[in-house]
């Protein structure tokens, strides 16, 4: 089994910026996806944004250009820099790592960290 562990989240002024970081508790090395998800009160979960193990990325509409994931393979790290934030960015945002092989495969998630953005 693999936990996530997130840190980053926080209050934050509509224009700031916030880092979110989530660090997989093993060495992974199977081919695998990382990515964050967020959940604002009364809708579904959705996607933010995703990154492979081969360092290929993508973004939901709503954040491109604004949002962007990075992972350190060495640390089993992955960050997402949120800059110009709006105050529709506000939700619990959850981290999420999907192994594609191998004996760890499976579907893991954070417990997730808030993020409040005024306006």
């Known amino acids: 089994q693999v936990q996530l562990v997130e840190s980053g989240g926080g209050l934050v002024q509509a224009g700031g910026s916030l880092r979110l970081s989530c660090a997989a508790s093993?060495?992974?090395?199977?081919?695998?996806?990382m990515g964050w998800y967020r959940q604002a009160p009364g809708k579904q979960r959705e996607l933010v944004a995703t990154?492979?193990?081969?360092?290929?990325?993508n973004y939901a509409d709503s954040v491109k250009g604004r949002f962007s994931i990075s992972r350190d393979n060495a640390k089993n790290t992955v960050y997402l820099q949120m800059n110009s934030l709006k105050p529709e960015d506000t939700a619990v945002y959850y981290c999420n790592l999907g192994i594609i092989a191998g004996k760890l495969e499976g579907d893991y998630w954070g417990q997730g960290t808030q993020v409040t953005v005024s306006s």
């Open positions: 093993t060495s992974i090395f199977s081919i695998n996806v």
């Open positions: 990154i492979t193990s081969l360092l290929r990325t």
